[in-house]
């Protein structure tokens, strides 16, 4: 079936270092999607990444497309205590009718 | 735009009774996703819609739940009967069908005791 692996599950840094959580699907995607929840909130979109080997920033996150267009990785360089939260890559299958499949998403915990 | 409505946002019923969380996705939107979020599966994905079609419905767990879209603005997610095990957080979530980013509703939190 149609499924998107995503590791490490939890991950706890101390402020200011580094953070990566990585995606893989077993099979191509159309694209791949990333979205960050906060406790109590609701998966909020940050980026899509279209082409093979895309790499894309935001501030201090970095994006990557595999260039099979199966994995995904998303890198945070210095974390801060605002990134707390989960970090969901997403996969969108094609085949007629898009279907976006989450992987099960990285808790990022951050301690001052 | 309000952006994707959910509503109740919390429920609490009883086991056997019949559950109905309901979703309007952002105008214009032709393509609706319904999510349940537990600490233990994750977000998985129940069904999907486009131009108020079911494309795909294997992620449905079993035929207690049942989900109709009958307009452009109005989804539902039915669970009769609710047992324990459905208490979980329902997300909705609403795109164009080209693949572009999906807008999550606040979610209904669903307890069955």
């Known amino acids: 079936g149609q499924q998107v692996m995503q590791i490490p599950q939890y991950q706890h840094v101390q402020e200011g270092e580094d953070f990566t959580t990585y995606c893989n699907s077993s099979t191509t995607l159309s694209n791949i999607q990333w979205y960050k929840q906060r406790p109590g909130g609701h998966p909020v979109f940050l980026i899509q990444?279209?082409?093979?080997?895309e790499v894309k920033k935001q501030k201090r996150l970095t994006f990557q497309f595999g260039e099979a267009k199966k994995n995904s990785s998303l890198h945070i360089t210095a974390t801060q205590t605002t990134d707390v939260g989960t970090y969901f890559c997403?996969?969108?299958?094609?085949?007629?009718?898009?279907?976006?499949?989450f992987g099960a998403g990285t808790r990022l915990a951050v301690h001052p | 735009d309000a952006g994707v409505i959910q509503s109740p946002r919390h429920e609490v019923t009883e086991m056997g009774q019949e559950v109905t969380l309901r979703c309007k996705p952002i105008s214009g939107h032709n393509s609706l996703f319904w999510y349940r979020q537990t600490m233990m599966r994750g977000l998985e994905l129940l069904i999907y819609f486009n131009n108020n079609v079911p494309i795909d419905d294997s992620g449905m767990p079993e035929d207690r739940f049942s989900a109709k879209m009958p307009n452009a603005s109005f989804s539902t997610l039915k669970i009769q009967p609710s047992e324990p095990r459905d208490s979980a957080v329902y997300f909705c979530a609403s795109t164009y069908s080209s693949g572009t980013e999906a807008f999550f509703g606040q979610g209904t939190r669903l307890t069955v005791v």
């Open positions: 990444l279209v082409k093979s080997g």
């Open positions: 997403a996969g969108m299958f094609s085949g007629g009718y898009n279907k976006l499949i």
